[in-house]
């Protein structure tokens, strides 16, 4: 996948996988949450305004969840005033989604 690969197992032999090793449990996310995550990834990179422009509402706190579940990442600055940030998606984001 992209130049390398990647080991998956069968969803049927989820639970006795869950049983040797810590394997981490599917990822739950709000609607809001799906939202938000689904502007960044697709207008990336995106200002936080931005998103808040297409959203109608303030996202500054599922912003901050989504880069605690290293889904999003601030990928730098903008030239704009004030030089806000830049907001992309991680790499955990396109392995969580299979992309």
């Known amino acids: 996948m992209a130049g390398g690969f990647r080991l998956l197992t069968r969803r049927q032999f989820a639970p006795w996988l ?3 090793v810590h394997v981490p449990g599917e990822m739950r996310l709000s609607a809001p949450t799906m939202e938000t995550l689904a502007v960044v990834a697709y207008r990336q990179p995106v ?3 931005e998103i808040e422009a297409i959203r ?6 599922i912003l901050r969840q989504l880069m605690e579940r ?4 601030i990928g730098g600055r903008s030239d704009d005033l004030g030089r806000p940030y830049l907001y992309t998606t991680t790499r ?3 392995q969580l989604f299979g992309l």
């Not at 290293?70 to 990442?73: A, S």
């Open 18 to 20: 869950r049983r040797l």
């Open 56 to 61: 109608g509402v303030g996202c500054g706190e």
């Open 70 to 73: 290293d889904l999003v990442r």
């Open 92 to 94: 955990r984001f396109l």
């Open 47 to 49: 200002l936080r305004a």
